[in-house]
């Protein structure tokens, strides 16, 4: 069998790593290369995120390639959205990202929409929907709190587009991860020029547009000679995690709505156009970049973000009881009985000092019985973010041009068998788990795609079926 080698490089808000990826005989295969944390920073009041911790460890991944005498075809980086970097005129680095995460722009959409554009005019001119980390929102709160870093930038990078600027030089500004951002007009293909003069930007502040697909650049000079590799082409994939995720969906037809699941839920459909109407407006829907000139008409969930933080939690303060195994500790589900239901996209469960303390909260505020032990903790919050899918299928079901027969549900959270079963049950549809690693497998067959070995984007889900086991949940 002849392969050829990719790296996917695939980047979380916990957790990072390299995906070695080979494609024969009409099959991929992929292999855990690296991992490594991707801790977020308090500093100073506020938090960021270490991006030369992150370009270290990529060039480490790039040296191990070197050292088993691995010949690459590509390189291909996707991360979070909505984030961005500052670098110089000097091509400096300029200060540490912030995070999403960091509570500096609480209020920032209010003060936005009272200030610089009414609501219903950004929604219709971008048709994201309405968070306040997005963007749009982090760079107006930074502009108005006289952030030294915006003021010198001389270019403003998405993480994904920062990091192939470290490594090759190139400034770009990748659609998908760009369309996170609530700058992006999907009509016009680009950032809108109305959006960016309320922040007193110019377009050269970004980088050249670019598709997923696109060869963006080689390594630079310097990051070859560090790792011993030559000019390897660095591609553009759907550098936002979520578009390669979705592009991973090994769906035969249209017939479905897709969740990403893991730290957030992504729940939505491919759409051939933007879906920007009074009820997705109403209903807070955003439509996202993805391949082919696609949109991922979508709703952000708080997802097992949740539970992660309970965990955490469990970890610190009673870990004896805490199973280290988290499928066991998740199979406590179904020996609770507590019938109460949360709100996961309510304010309180974004960052809260407590996750245990704020779910108490609700329920009290609810009239609703309190949790007694983790089992029904994670029964509670398993049977919540079932119920929350069930209701934004209804929704989207009113709103978009679908027929949803099936909920094909990708990434690390399709493996936690008792979510995929509770979810069925609330959807009352099937529900097809799998495949776990898909951000990392659409990052590296659209690598492929781009070196001619795969056609269409329905020969790509094709190769998935063959190439992963996947799992069909039945209602009860």
């Known amino acids: ?21 080979t494609f024969g005989d009409g099959r991929v295969t992929m292999r855990e290369f690296t991992r490594f944390k991707n801790p977020q920073i308090p500093l100073g009041g506020h938090i960021f995120w270490d991006l030369p911790h992150l370009y270290n460890e990529i060039v480490d991944a790039l040296r191990k390639v070197k050292a088993e005498g691995i010949t690459l075809t590509s390189i291909g980086i996707d991360t979070w959205g909505c984030d961005v970097a500052f670098f110089g005129r000097d091509g400096q680095l300029l200060g540490l990202p912030y995070c999403y995460r960091d509570p500096h722009t609480d209020g920032a959409m209010e003060r936005f929409f009272a200030e610089q554009m009414p609501q219903k005019e950004l929604y219709e001119r971008t048709g994201i929907q309405f968070m306040p980390f997005n963007t749009l929102f982090h760079l107006d709160t930074l502009r108005r709190e006289g952030c030294t870093a915006l003021a010198e930038a001389d270019k403003i990078l998405f993480i994904p587009d920062a990091l192939i600027y470290m490594l090759t030089g190139e400034t770009v500004c990748e659609y998908t991860v ?20 309320t922040l007193n930007l110019g377009r050269d502040k970004f980088g050249r547009m670019v598709q997923p697909g696109q060869q963006v650049g080689v390594l630079s000079t310097q990051v070859q000679e560090v790792t011993g590799l030559g000019a390897v082409p660095i591609v553009a994939v759907g550098s936002h995690d979520t578009a390669s995720a979705v ?29 920007i109407t009074s009820d997705s407006y109403r209903h807070n829907f955003t439509n996202e970049g993805g391949l082919d000139g696609t949109i991922r008409f979508l709703k952000n969930i708080t997802g097992l973000w949740i539970f992660e933080q309970c965990r955490k939690e ?18 406590q589900s179904l020996t609770s009985i507590c019938q109460s239901l949360i709100n996961p996209d309510d304010p ?36 919540s973010l079932a119920a929350r899918y069930a209701e934004i299928i209804g929704i989207l079901r009113h709103i978009a041009p679908v027929d949803i027969q099936r909920l094909h549900v990708i990434g690390g959270g399709s493996r936690n068998e008792f979510l995929m079963q509770f979810a069925a049950d609330a959807l009352q549809l099937p529900v097809i788990a799998g495949p776990q690693e898909g951000t990392a497998l659409g990052n ?15 020969d790509m889900r094709a190769i998935i079926s063959q190439s992963v086991e996947l799992r069909t ?4």
């Not at 980047?11 to 390299?18: D, I, K, V």
């Not at 760009?178 to 003069?197: E, W």
């Not at 590296?444 to 329905?458: D, E, I, N």
């Not at 949940?473 to 009860?476: A, R």
């Open 1 to 21: 069998m002849c392969s050829t080698y990719y790296l996917a490089v695939d980047l979380g808000a916990t957790s990072g790593r390299t995906v070695l990826a």
């Open 178 to 197: 760009a369309s996170t951002s609530q700058m992006l007009n999907p009509n016009l293909g680009d950032l809108d020029p109305a959006i960016l003069a």
């Open 247 to 275: 592009a991973a969906v090994p769906a035969a037809n249209g017939n479905y709505a897709y969740l990403s699941c893991g730290t957030w839920s992504l729940l939505g459909i491919e759409s051939p156009k933007p879906i």
């Open 314 to 331: 469990w970890i610190a303060t009673m870990p004896d009881a805490i199973p280290a195994d988290v499928n066991e500790l998740n199979a």
């Open 348 to 383: 309180r469960f974004a960052h809260p000092a407590s996750m245990t303390a704020a779910i108490c909260a609700y329920l009290t505020e609810t009239g609703q019985p309190l949790p007694q032990t983790p089992a029904d903790y994670v029964r509670v919050i398993f049977r």
């Open 444 to 458: 590296a067959l659209v690598q492929v795609r781009a070196a001619g070995h795969v056609g269409s984007l329905a």
């Open 473 to 476: 949940f039945i209602p009860s």
